[in-house]
């Protein structure tokens, strides 16, 4: 850390043992900075393979995704430059790696949220959750680090420092002003068709935000519905495509009927076997020599449903067990922390 930084990481007497704290530059490069730039890197790549292997309509431009790909490239512009100009530095006078490494990461970063949010468009998905999530980590760094320089420069309890020159508060602001228009702008889903040529039963969570999925705000016209009157049967919304049992039964179909038909291929060319057999044997020995069961037993494929299971809900039960494990977690820990 001392060969990045050439600082500390952590100070507790800057950031928790006083009443106006403020962060390390360390920290706020690799603790706030770096830390959503490696969830993005760790999480976008299973993101982008599961919307290449899924089809769906092509999301026409709008004001939204446009806006969204102006802020990527705003964000890609400013660490550019603010590189440069650390290179610069470089070559005049002593500067920390992390000062020239950390936008050289957010500028690779933006590029790659660029280029997943190009091919989230042509596959027809609406809304990204590590996009999201890595906006709104990314905002809350940009943040940290926005209120320290704020306070190492204005705040008359701190000298002044000459690590926050004009160039380098400006990139600041602006880092922290990008950010969070993005984070607002990804708070919001692109809309495939209008608004008017939605059908009336069709379920609101396939039009929804990601933040909408994540607090059921999608549900609210159904909630409130429900409180104005009783509910009835053509008040409900239509499944989603990807919730009907006929798409499901075909995705699973893919991997089941392949088994099916070996297994019926194994137990054709064992019944033919067994055929042949008695044919060979003289009449009286057929009734006296019986052929062992394990001998058909040994060819015929043993079906399990198990593997066709896994292989198409296998990420959703891996998820799924994941939250349970970590739920399970804090159920038995909550008890020794408290």
Known sequence: MDQICSTEFWNWNLTWSTTTPIFT?????????????????????????YMIRKKGMKVPWSILNISKLIAVFLLMVLSLIEMIYQMIRFTKTDVRPVEYYTPFLIFV??????????IQRRKGKITSGV???????????????????????????FAYDKEFEYFQFSAIVLYFAFSFILFILNCFADMR???????KRRSPE??????????????????VLGYKKPLAGEDMWELNDENKSETLQAEFNKYWLPL???????????????????SEMPNDDCTKVPISPTDSEKDIAKLSILKPILKTFGWELFFTGLLKLGASVITFVNPLIL
Not at 110 to 115: L, N
Not at 206 to 223: D, G, K, V
């Open 25 to 49: 530059s360390c920290f706020i490069k690799i603790g706030l900075i770096w830390a959503p730039i490696a969830f993005f890197w760790i999480f976008a790549p299973a993101e982008i393979y």
């Open 109 to 118: 970063t933006m590029v790659a949220v660029a280029i997943m949010m190009f």
């Open 131 to 157: 996009i999201f999530l890595f906006s709104f980590f990314f905002c809350l760094g940009t943040a940290g680090g926005y209120y320290t320089a704020l306070q190492k420069t204005f705040n008359k309890n």
């Open 193 to 199: 068709i209008k608004p008017s040529q939605v059908p």
């Open 206 to 223: 396939e039009r929804a935000s990601f933040l909408s999925i994540l607090t059921f705000w999608w549900f609210n016209p159904m909630a």
């Open 260 to 278: 099916v038909q070996k297994a019926n291929s194994h137990h054709s060319e064992v019944r033919a076997s067994l055929s042949r057999r008695y």
